[in-house]
């Protein structure tokens, strides 16, 4: 078995980790108990939010490397759990490094959930959130058509912005609609139906992921995400913030 073909399969489990959300120690562990189980001891690795590298090589073995570049990432953790699963199995089972590439493949295409699934769910969770924060049964259902427009919106405009440009006009739109709810009559209280709109927005696994992170010792990749965390807290800001400054300079009044 060549060092190479191991470094690969290591690699690209590796990448399926870092690309769906995995923390920084997850994907470091992963990749060294492929190599090691494969018999290449000499392997080591750096792993940044946004990449990886892997080397492996000494005076008894040929050296090797790989780099890969993960410019963005999603959050798909039955991914990362379907990745994080073999790597156990493969210990326990000793698959062959065939049968793991075939199954890291088929983890790679496992599909997510339909479109129409993950917007009920986000109206939903828009209108949980709203309760959470004190928000009426009103105010319930008026976030619960809210999460349905905003995540309808980020479907579509997936991909086609800058994540900071998709935060302000995400932001913003929540605004726009709670203001359209609330003087339709079919909200009551303003803060809740806001709190409640954005709050899916925002991005909690790569804020904890990026305190573990600091607390694991890696700081660059934490203070990465810190970072991409608090840009998103700040877009959102400013999108709803510039919507309710538009009313105050266009109505007066104060509404929150």
């Known amino acids: 078995m060549e060092t190479r073909e191991v470094l690969e399969t290591a690699m690209k489990a590796g990448r399926l980790l870092l690309g769906n959300g995995a923390e920084i120690f997850r ?9 090691r189980h494969y018999g290449v001891q000499s392997a080591s690795t750096f ?6 590298f892997i080397t492996a090589g000494d005076e008894k073995e040929p050296c090797y490397s790989a780099v890969r570049h993960l410019p963005s990432w999603v959050t798909r953790l039955d991914r990362v ?15 062959s490094l065939e049968e793991v590439n075939r199954r890291l493949d088929k983890i790679e295409t496992m599909p997510g959930h339909p479109p129409v699934f993950q917007v009920l769910v986000a109206g939903l969770a828009c209108a949980c959130f709203s309760f959470l924060f004190g928000g009426a049964l009103g105010d319930m259902a008026a976030n619960f058509l809210i999460g349905l427009i905003l995540y309808s919106f980020l479907l579509k405009t997936g991909g086609r912005l800058s994540k900071i440009t998709g935060n302000i006009l995400g932001g913003a739109l929540v605004g726009v609609c709670c203001l359209a709810a609330y003087y339709a009559g079919l909200g009551g209280h303003l803060r809740p139906m806001v709190m409640g709109g954005i709050l899916p927005l925002v991005p909690g696994l790569a804020f904890t ?12 990749s934490g203070a990465v995400r810190m970072l991409d965390a608090i840009l998103v ?24």
């Open 47 to 52: 792993v940044l939010s946004n990449g990886i």
């Open 233 to 256: 807290f700040v877009s959102l800001g400013a999108g709803v913030g510039a919507v309710f400054l538009a009313y105050h300079h266009m109505f007066g009044g104060v509404l929150l």
């Open 209 to 220: 992921n990026g305190i573990r992170d600091l607390a694991d010792g890696d700081y660059i």
């Open 81 to 95: 759990a379907a990745v994080n699963q073999l790597s156990r199995e493969i210990e326990e089972k000793n698959y």
């Open 27 to 35: 994907v470091e562990e992963t990749i060294y108990r492929i190599c």
